[in-house]
Each structure stands twice: as C-alpha cells, then as structure tokens.
C-alpha cells in the first residue's frame, strides 16, 4: 500500500506537487493520470525518495522508502527517464542491483528469461531498441519479487505487442495482490487496464475513484442529433428538462458547409424520448445517435481548467491574429 | 522528527556483523558497477602505458642531453635529486587518467542516469558514496603503486650513467610509496569533485586546472611570505611532497605534512560532496 500525504513539491517558485493526498491499494491497478506536467512523475519520485519534498510525505507498507533496508525487496519502479550505462550490459546493471540487495545472482538470470533478454543479456545496453529497454527497465523493477510497483508510463514508444505484454504483466502482478501505481497521459490505454484512477492536474488531486465511476460522472450520456429544425426541436427538449447546444458552423446560414442539417449535442434527454418528441411535433431527424461518454471525455473533462499549457497556447494565436488585422 | 529519530535508535542497536553485511553488499555492486563499464580498464591501461614510457622516454632524452653537453645544468638537478626527477615525469602526466577515472566514476552515474537505480536500490545516499570510494581506493591503489614501482626501476636504470640512485638510500622508499599513495588520494579528490560537479567535461577542465596549472601559478607567489604559506598548503602542491625523496630548502612542510594537507582537503572536498549528494534531488 502507498500513502500520500499532503505532499508537495516547489521547484523555485513553480508548485508541481500541491497539497496532494492519496491512497493506492494492494490487489488492483491504479491508474495515475494527468495531462503532461501535472506533476504524475514528479510524485512518483518523491514517493520513491529520489526528489526531497517540500512538505508532507509518502510512505509505502508504512515506512518512509528511505527507511526500508532492501527497498528493491518492498518496492520496484520503473522510472520514464532512463536510468541504465549504455555501454553496461543488461546483466551486469541487474547483477549490481541484485548484489546490493544480497539476492543471488541467481535471480538475474530468471529476471532476463521473464522479460526475454537472455540472447542480449550480455550486449551493451546502449544497443537496446526502445522495447528492449524498457523490457530491461520491468526486469530491474521486479528483481527484488516487491509487492510494490511504481511504473512511469511503462507503455510510453511500445509497439502494440509490447503494449498488450506490459498491460498483461500489469493485471497478472495486481491478481496476485501487489499493489500497482500505474501512471499515464492515455487515457484509453488506463480505461483497460487500470481498476481504480487517480487524476491529477497542476499537481493537485482532481478525483480518485474506481475507473467506471470516473467514466460515470462525467458528463453523462449526450446525444448527437441532425435535424433541418434546430430550433423546433431545442424548445422541445428544453421543455423537457434537457439541454440542446448547436454546433458551431462555419458558414453562419444555420446548415452545415456540405449542405448537410444542423447537428445538436443534446444532454439531460435520452434519444428514445428524442425520437418520440420528433415524431409527435412532426419534425424530421437525419441523425439520433447516442454518444457513449469515454474515459478520454471524462479526462478532458475534469482536467479542462488545469492543462498545464493551456494559457501559453492560445496567447500567440491572438497575438497573430491582432498582427493579420493591421 | 521523532519517526527518524526513533528508527535511528533502532539501527544503533542493530548487531555490528548485519552492518558490515550489508555494506560489502554495497561494496560488491560498486565493484561490479566500476568493472562493467569499458572505460574503467581503458583508463588504467593509458595510466600504465603513459605513466612507464614517459618516464622511460624523458628519462632517455635528459640523459642523452646532459651526455652530449647539451644540458649541464640538468645534470646538476638530476644527481641532486634523481627521485624527484623519476617520479615527476611519467606520472606527472600519467596522474591524469586517474583523474578522469576519478571524475567518471561519479559523473557517468549522473550522465547516464544510473544514479536513480543506484539510489533506488540504496537510498541511504552516502552509503553509495562511502562504498564507490573505498571500492575506487582500491582499485587505484594497487596500479598506482606497481606503476610507482615499476617508474622508479625503469628510470633508475635509464639515468645510471648520470646519477644512481636505490631503494636503500634514505627517504627513497618512502617517495616511491608515495608517489603510490599520492595518485590514490588524488582520485579521491576527482572522486569528490565529480560527485559535487556532477558533469564530466566540467569536473575534468576544473581537476585538469588544479593538477596542471594552478600549482605553477602559485609558485609565482613564493617571493611573499603569505603567498608560500598559500603555494605550500595548496592540496596538490602539499600532496606532491611526498613523492621527494628529501624536503627542499626552504619547503614549509615536511613530505608527511604534506601529504596530511592533501588528505584533509580530499576528506573535506568528500564531506562537501556527500552533503550535496544527500541533500539535492537526484
């Protein structure tokens, strides 16, 4: 089990880890997600002892990760940074790290069956391709058999097979009670693999609930609807309680530039209740589709106030604008 | 506050054997980390080589110079002081690659990123430090004193004709020793300015300047009382005493002074890096 509490991190003046407080449990995967900057590796390192906070603290089973005796035996991670001598091979950089945890080199060989490096074992690891690297990074992190993981985007540059192998050592090391701290900027990598989210922005916590819950919360189910009679059809639906917003549209005439109806998002009424209110008012519908709320609109949706570089972003666009007016 | 302080007491009353245990584990993987990386053995080869064919080399042109008359002045200094004039030439230069070993050993750590899967597996940070060190004390000693050794003989035989000198003859031994003891200091004091630099070419330039240049800029100022205090306490200039075999007229401190500046300053150069490596982020 991994603890936060109240931590916090100033680099300078900047705050990339604010007051944050949470809990990962053992047995599941949790998911860690935030836009880039959000402070999600940044947290981990304080976790990890690698970074000093600048307030509260983290433990793991209890004990700061400092005060542990053999940390590789509690605790594996796998930072995104990379963190191996090119010109080391694979089997020397797990021999040391098993040798100042008193393993037997012994488990070195087993570590490079699992992960398939055993033919490279011996190779530079500056050679390594992406995949292998990050195969070799999973071997450190699980040198020491830890009940605790920490993985910085472990599928960050994996090729889809890699993907699948890492989403499975993920679930199969949570089925057997360790505790997962996954982090990630996919959310729809997270909606199938990880049990239970945890979402930060500017280094503050935005919801930590289980994933369908997350999904659920959000927005709710909208439905896309294209109509000829936009208009019609809104006061229907605001009648009923529901919420009708237009697309915006280019060309200002209230049709779509390819000629086609104007599409409505509309909330708060389901699309069966849609049709029926169509049917009896005698309006035409071109298009009543129900829109399933994804993990990826709930994400955006929570963390639309606390992008890192939203500001930066769209200050130059207005600059420019003002410099093509004159 | 209290958490630390009550977990410390705990350690204290942990057996002695589990300590020491646990840092020749620490000591094992230093050992595997420094013997896996290819410019561990290329560095002390170059240190060798460079170290025996310079002296061979220097010590073959000064004495064919002073025997063709082309340098009787050298030939004075050489008969005053034949082992300064031995040890002084290859590892003048051959000191070199000990420390840029001593530089790497810490800041190929940060340059590749080792540093986080070392600290990682041990986040007590200074136990890192204190297990590279007596790992690199090792692994230094024994090539520099052989390449000592081995300096001395091959330029005994080389100067013979002009000047003969022996293991037997006072202090001789002791300046062979220390010259020994000299190099694995001064890999110490890489060591520790690698760990506080944190980058390579940085560390070298600034290790480079303290061997190489700034003791010739000090003896500027040997004509002001203060400024020979200065130029004799300065780490590498005290440190080279020892590598003579009789103190110069005039020298402020004895060759094991000498040596005892240099280690004072290599132990607080240490001190300085292990604060800063326990204190900063990593």
């Known amino acids: 089990m991994i603890e936060v509490t109240d931590l916090s991190k100033r680099f300078g003046d900047k705050v990339a880890v604010d007051h944050l407080s949470f809990t990962v449990e053992p047995g599941r995967v949790t998911g860690f997600l935030g836009p880039n900057g959000a402070g999600k590796s940044t947290t981990m390192r304080l976790i990890l002892g690698l970074d000093h906070p600048s307030g509260g603290g983290a433990t793991i089973n209890g004990k700061r990760y400092a005060e542990l005796a053999s940390p590789l035996r509690t605790v594996g991670a796998l930072l995104e940074a990379k963190s191996v001598h090119s010109g080391r091979s694979a089997r020397n950089h797990l021999l040391f790290l098993a040798q100042s945890q008193g393993l037997p080199p012994s488990r070195v060989d087993e570590m490079l069956d699992l992960v398939g490096l055993r033919d490279v074992a011996n190779k530079r690891a500056g050679g390594f391709s992406l995949g292998m690297g990050q195969r070799l990074g999973v071997a450190a992190a699980l040198l020491g058999d830890p009940q605790v993981l920490l993985l910085d985007e472990p599928v960050n540059g994996l090729d889809p097979e890699g993907v699948l192998w890492i989403r499975n050592l993920m679930k199969d090391l949570a089925s057997e009670g360790r505790t997962i701290l996954v982090s990630s900027h996919l959310m729809n990598e997270m909606a199938v693999t990880a049990d239970h989210l945890i ?89 009543l589709t129900p829109q399933l709320a994804t993990l990826e609109d709930a994400f955006l949706e929570l963390t639309s106030d606390s992008l890192e570089f939203g500001h930066a972003d769209s200050e130059p666009a207005g600059q420019s604008t003002e410099g093509n007016a004159r | 506050m209290s958490i630390t302080a009550a977990s410390g007491e705990l350690e204290s009353t942990a057996t002695r054997a589990g300590h020491w245990a646990a840092f020749s584990r620490l000591m094992k993987a230093e050992w595997t980390k420094i013997r896996s990386v290819r410019s561990t053995p290329w560095t002390l080869i170059v240190f060798v080589v460079a170290t025996l064919g310079l002296t061979a080399l220097f010590g073959w042109l000064t004495v064919h110079a002073i025997e063709t008359g082309r340098a009787p002045r050298r030939g004075v200094e050489l008969s005053l002081d034949p082992v300064a004039f031995i040890l002084g030439t290859g590892l003048g230069l051959g000191q070199l690659a000990i420390c840029v070993l001593g530089v790497l050993t810490m800041t190929t750590e940060y340059s590749t990123g080792v540093i986080r899967a070392s600290l990682l597996a041990v986040p007590k940070r200074l136990h890192v430090l204190a297990a590279k060190a007596v790992v690199f004390t090792v692994l230094i000693f024994i090539p520099g004193e052989i390449a000592a050794f081995c300096s001395f003989f091959i330029g005994k035989t080389i100067v013979a004709p002009v000047s003969t000198v022996a293991l037997s003859q006072p202090g001789v031994t002791r300046a062979v020793i220390g010259a020994g003891l000299y190099l694995t200091v001064l890999g110490l004091f890489a060591l520790a300015i690698g760990t506080i630099l944190r980058h390579t070419a940085g560390a070298i330039a600034i290790v480079i300047f303290l061997v190489l240049v700034a003791p010739g800029l000090l003896s500027l100022l040997d004509s002001y009382d203060w400024g020979a205090h200065i130029h004799a306490w300065f780490p590498i200039v005290a440190g080279g005493y020892i590598t003579a075999d009789h103190q110069q007229a005039g020298q402020l401190l004895t060759p094991w002074q000498g040596f005892g500046v240099f280690c004072a300053w290599t132990a607080l150069l240490l001190a300085a890096s292990g604060y800063l490596l326990h204190r900063r982020d990593a």
């Not at chain 1, 294209?226 to 200002?252: C, D, M, S, W």
């Open chain 1, 199 to 287: 979402v930060i922005g500017r280094g503050k916590l935005i919801v930590a609930a289980a994933t369908e819950d997350v999904i659920a919360r959000s927005s709710g189910q909208a439905v896309r609807v294209r109509t000829p009679e936009p208009e019609r059809l809104t006061n229907l639906i605001v009648a009923e309680g529901g919420k009708a917003i237009q697309a915006a549209n280019g060309n200002g005439n209230g049709g779509e530039p390819d000629g086609q109806a104007p599409v409505l998002t509309v909330t708060g009424v389901a699309a069966r209740r849609i049709g029926e209110l169509a049917a009896s008012a005698s309006i035409v519908l071109h298009e």
